[in-house]
């Protein structure tokens, strides 16, 4: 296996540097190029040509590469498809928004859950990511928006939110992260500690593991939970979400707040609005009927907490449809109608595929 270099402690970095006959402060170069998130060897223009030469031939920079790479009609979000060492493929979204810069990560190739409205489980679980694995797309989301300052034809807009780094993370990517709780504990305590992302940035969401919600409250960092939700009652979503047979919805609810009130932080509810075809081609609202809005209200009374309504994004080998612009306002409405913070996500570089997983699994398709 090609060596990477960025999974070389500094010892093993100087090592491997002075066996190519190169004095040690070389290796100290090359680690600071790998912390800001080079590519490739060919960008550490302070290393001799020909050491970046041989360097090239013999090893690579990140534990992941870049494969493909879209860019929103709004110049605002770009998706990369990255390839780990083992062949196996991951997304990672970077969004520039009015409030900074957002990275949504992965934290697994493929997922196990089976949520049936997603992409990404389609493949089922390949494995899990390492902590450098994970860190490295968010270095690699740092490398893309220090190169469109330096890139004086590429101006976006959007104004100083796009001269900054990374400044939040959203861990919604591929894969669910409460199955690879070691490694993604790891990776939000190097984003705070190495990149200085402040725990209040940083999101991370789950379909309910209730013994990993239980792990973050002993972990006890004050970051954002988002709790992917998406119906009101156990039957519904066992029907949409698998896990919710092993983790009944008020159980997670009840765990999820424990966890949002120990820091006074507002728990995220994520709420994708599903609607589907029937028989004689009409389409019927799944989950965001105005009852379904009472029975979520219900729930929800009086606790300290947002609802993300995410209209469904289309996902071609899933039976669902979105529903209607009139159906999405009509559930918001009655959701505050009940006192329930809510907001309509924004949809993010909807022309590139945002939903997660589907640029992954197009690209399966076609090494098929
Ligand atoms: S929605 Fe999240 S947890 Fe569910 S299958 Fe997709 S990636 Fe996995």
Avoid at 92 to 117: D, E, H, I, P
């Amino acid at each position: 296996m090609t060596p990477i270099l960025f999974n070389f402690t500094d010892a093993e970095l100087s090592d491997f540097i002075t066996e190519m006959g190169q004095p040690k402060f070389r290796a100290k170069q090359i680690r600071e190029w790998l912390n800001r998130g080079a590519p490739d060897f060919s960008v550490m223009k302070n290393l001799p040509e020909k050491l970046r030469n041989d360097l090239d031939k013999i090893a690579q920079t990140l534990p992941l590469r870049v494969v493909k790479k879209l860019e929103s009609s709004d110049d605002q979000t770009t998706k990369f498809l990255m390839e780990l060492y083992d062949g196996e493929q991951i997304e990672c979204v970077l969004m520039r928004t009015s409030y900074g810069n957002s990275v949504c990560v992965s934290s697994q190739a493929g997922c196990a859950m089976g949520c049936k409205f997603c992409a990404s489980t389609l493949l089922g679980l390949r494995r899990n990511l390492t902590t450098n694995e994970i860190f490295a797309q968010v270095l690699i989301a740092q490398w893309e928006l220090r190169r469109d300052r330096t890139d004086t034809q590429s101006v976006r807009p959007n104004g100083d939110a796009n001269n900054g780094d990374v400044s939040h993370i959203v861990i919604m990517g591929t894969g669910e992260p409460l199955q690879n709780t070691e490694n993604v504990i790891g990776f939000i305590e190097r984003a705070n500690r190495d990149l200085g992302i402040g725990w209040r940035r940083i999101t991370l969401s789950t379909c309910g593991i209730v013994d990993g919600i239980r792990e973050l409250i002993k972990w006890a960092r004050p970051i954002n939970l988002a709790i992917s939700l998406h119906a009101p009652t156990d039957e519904l979503r066992s029907q949409i979400m698998p896990i919710n047979n092993k983790y009944k919805l008020q159980s997670v609810l009840d765990t999820a707040f424990e966890f949002s009130s120990l820091h006074n932080r507002q728990l995220m509810i994520e709420y994708i609005l599903l609607a589907r075809r029937n028989a004689s081609g009409d389409i019927e609202l799944v989950n965001c009927t105005t009852e379904h809005a009472d029975l979520l209200a219900k729930l929800l009374n009086g606790k300290n907490c947002m609802v993300n309504l995410i209209p469904w994004n289309t996902v071609d080998e899933r039976n669902f449809a979105a529903p209607s612009g009139n159906a999405v306002h009509r559930f918001q409405d009655r959701l505050i109608s009940h006192g329930i913070h809510t907001r309509i996500r924004r949809e993010r570089g909807n022309d590139i595929g945002s939903a997660c997983g589907q640029l992954r699994l197009k690209s399966a398709k076609n090494k098929a």
